[in-house]
């Protein structure tokens, strides 16, 4: 009799798994996409309630966050579908799975189709729009999208794990998004780099690029990213709002006081990316070394030059350090300070120079001779004239 617990307890977890593996494949070919829309995250004790009273999915429970394969959760007008290593697209259908490498794209100004990950995040296609989907392995259940043109709108939890769905274009990654963003991506017609429309709907993102680091975005804000083909030049032109930029200044030597020893560190600027306000990163490739050099810079509203450092990555040996605005208005105040001081310095030494030359002719002349010569002692010497009085001549002699 015991022999046959083992055997049975085997025969119970065999049938577990197939119904689990049947469930999954019929996840993965279904039609009606309902009933895995309908799992919900799995409650544990103490763990946090969301807005809606379900526990968030916890940081080992991320299979509850994203479906295996996205589907084609709604399609109004013509949408067609590129999967990975095919050359040719074919019709989108509603309520079909798509697996991940494929590209979406909408035909025609009306068209709408929107692609749905999990069962609150979506990612819509609006007008003559499109996007495609980043390969991941098995069960890893993290979610990345790749801008290719258009207008896209992406919807996630507002609860949604850190590191679990990024949006990417060539110049910079958004990363944390929560709630709804928007995205306005296209390549320049001069065919020289890309430009986007970024926008915060609701709730919280973040946005990294090469050399710079926008941490937290919040409702409402928008800004605008300009990259070149080669990636040697990136802009940030603030649209709405007061966005905080940490922007990169290369490395700096720092000198521990306490035990005299000098470490490395990394340096940056916090900018406030307001309405009309730009962020300028130029990259240059040196003709001696391989450490890229980078100057940022930043402007105000007026255009006029605020911030400016150069460095090359990741030596501390060369490091401008902040350089001094040059913009035309500090200029011209600077030439006009230093008219004011030459205008003063010449004043009082051409005073200095009128005041020198009296005493001199005075002691040209000959002196008066002495009423009684006589009266005075013969080894007493002869008076002489009076010095001039002393002038200040501006420099302190």
């Known amino acids: 009799m015991k022999a046959k617990v083992p055997v049975l307890a085997a025969a119970c977890a065999a049938l577990a798994l197939g119904a689990r593996a049947a469930d999954d494949i019929d996840a993965l070919l279904g039609d009606d996409p309902k009933p895995a829309a309908a799992e919900a995250p799995a409650a544990e004790e103490g763990a946090p309630a969301a807005a809606d009273g379900e526990a968030l999915p916890q940081k080992g429970d991320l299979s509850k966050l994203f479906y295996l394969l996205p589907y084609c959760r709604e399609l109004d007008g013509k949408g067609e579908v590129r999967m990975p290593g095919a050359s040719e697209w074919k019709a989108v259908e509603e309520g079909k799975y798509y697996p991940l490498g494929s590209e979406y794209r909408c035909i025609g100004a009306s068209s709408k189709m929107t692609i749905r990950f999990g069962p609150d995040s979506d990612v819509t296609v609006l007008g003559a729009s499109s996007f495609s989907t980043r390969i991941h392995p098995i069960r890893e259940f993290k979610r990345a999208i790749n801008l290719l043109g258009g207008t896209i709108l992406v919807s996630l939890p507002n609860n949604l794990p850190a590191d679990t769905f990024t949006v990417n274009a060539p110049g910079f990654s958004v990363y944390n998004p929560a709630g709804r963003s928007r995205y306005t991506y296209k390549t320049m017609d001069d065919g020289e780099g890309d ?171 000959p002196a008066p001779a002495p009423s009684k010569p006589a009266s005075k002692p013969a080894s007493e010497p002869a008076p002489e004239p009076a010095p001039a009085p002393a002038q200040d001549d501006g420099f302190g002699f």
């Not at 970024?198 to 926008?214: A, E, L, N, W």
């Not at 100057?295 to 030059?305: I, K, Q």
């Not at 011209?332 to 005041?355: M, Q, V």
């Open 195 to 365: 430009e986007a429309l970024v926008r915060c709907v609701t709730q919280t993102m973040s946005i990294k690029g090469r050399h710079f680091d926008i941490t937290g975005m919040k409702a409402a804000n928008e800004l605008r990213i300009r990259t070149s083909k080669d990636n040697l030049f990136t802009a940030l032109y603030g649209k709405s709002g007061d966005i905080a930029v940490k922007l990169d200044q290369g490395r700096i030597f720092v000198k521990d006081f306490a035990t005299g020893k000098v470490n490395q560190e990394d340096k940056f600027l916090d900018w406030r990316l307001s309405p009309e306000t730009v962020v300028r990163i130029h990259r240059a490739l040196p003709a001696i070394g391989e450490r890229m050099s980078v100057t940022v810079m930043t402007f105000d509203s007026h255009g006029e030059l605020k911030n400016r450092c150069a460095f090359a990555e990741g030596l501390a040996e060369v490091n401008s350090g902040e350089l001094g605005p040059t913009s035309k208005k500090d200029m011209e105040e600077l030439e006009k300070r230093a008219a004011s001081l030459t205008d003063t310095i010449d004043a009082d030494a051409n005073a200095g120079a009128a005041t020198t030359e009296e005493p001199s002719a005075d002691a040209a002349s």
